[in-house]
């Protein structure tokens, strides 16, 4: 029979704690700086809405959270860093339209999207804006939806690139509204918006905060936004489905995932954290311009919102033929 010491009482008390170890090292969450990933060159307005966001998680979890850009490959390669981190929180990625389209635009991405991640938080979604020039001769979406059968593939729309927001958001126009456009894909939406305003093309499905300066300065038309009810940012601007085309919508979102298999209680502290941020006066004031309708509820609110983006974008991608070449 083993004699009884004081040395193995130790020993036998350390074996028996070991497999708490791990929940101790998790309970002091976060002990040093956060990261969130912008999948986009900075400037935009994912990573403005990011960097406001970021501040008030800081505030509320008592670290810096450290926005990191790392644009490319329509957002593939930011969201790659992230799939491929280390699941403890402390590296998350702002997804966005992209995040929900890629499956089924993409022939091969290097993660499984839907396993890949764990949501932490829809941020909230907002419109695209159909928009003219000032001087079009369309002044409401019946008289474009007009000329565009008048005049079938005649009339253009622009889009930031092939996949994007502006772009498959006139794709569901053309299939709803039963009109032939042809798509004409830019390096970005500043080269988009240029050429529309130079007469290039006829119209772009832009991002509400991208279009906004040039409707308030007159310069560009708002003829309809994307989502299925008004915009706050553009309350006299009729949905496309109030002003002709049923059963249209379509959002820009945000939503903040992390790597999978992050802990649970990890995830719920993050999530506490953005809903803490969403309510600061200077990311109130930040989204007020994109009219951004901030909804943050539990994680899987996310997943479900998500999920039934992937499907109802990839039959739009599968059904227009849409590549990303």
Known sequence: MPTFTPFRALALSLIALAPLAPVAARAAFPDKPLRIVVPFAPGGGTDAITRSLGIGMSEALGQP?????????????????????????YTLVMATF???????????????????????????????????????????VAELIAGAKAKPGKLTF?????????????????????????????????PAMTDLLGGQVDMM?????????????GKMRALGVTTARRSPAYASVPTLAEAGVPGYAAESWYGLYVAAKTPKDVIDQL?????????APAFIKQTESEGLAVDVGAPAQLETYVRAEEVRWRKVVKDNHITTD
Do not use: C, M
């Open 205 to 217: 499905f832009a991002t509400a905060s991208a279009v906004r300066p040039f409707v308030d300065s």
């Open 98 to 140: 992209a995040h929900a389209v890629n499956p089924g635009l993409q022939p091969k991405l290097p993660y499984d999207t839907d396993k890949a991640f764990a949501p932490v938080a829809l941020i909230g979604v907002s419109p695209n804006v159909l928009v003219v020039r000032a001087d079009s001769p369309y002044k409401t």
């Open 271 to 279: 999530n506490a954290a953005v809903k803490k941020a969403v309510k």
């Open 158 to 190: 622009a889009s930031q690139g092939n996949g994007t927001s502006a772009h498959l958001a006139g794709e569901l126009f053309k299939n709803l509204a039963k009109v032939e456009l042809t798509h004409i894909p830019y390096r970005g939406a500043g």
């Open 65 to 89: 959270v450290i926005v990191d850009n790392k644009p490319g490959a329509g957002t593939i390669i930011g969201s790659e860093f992230v799939a491929k981190s280390a699941p403890d929180g």
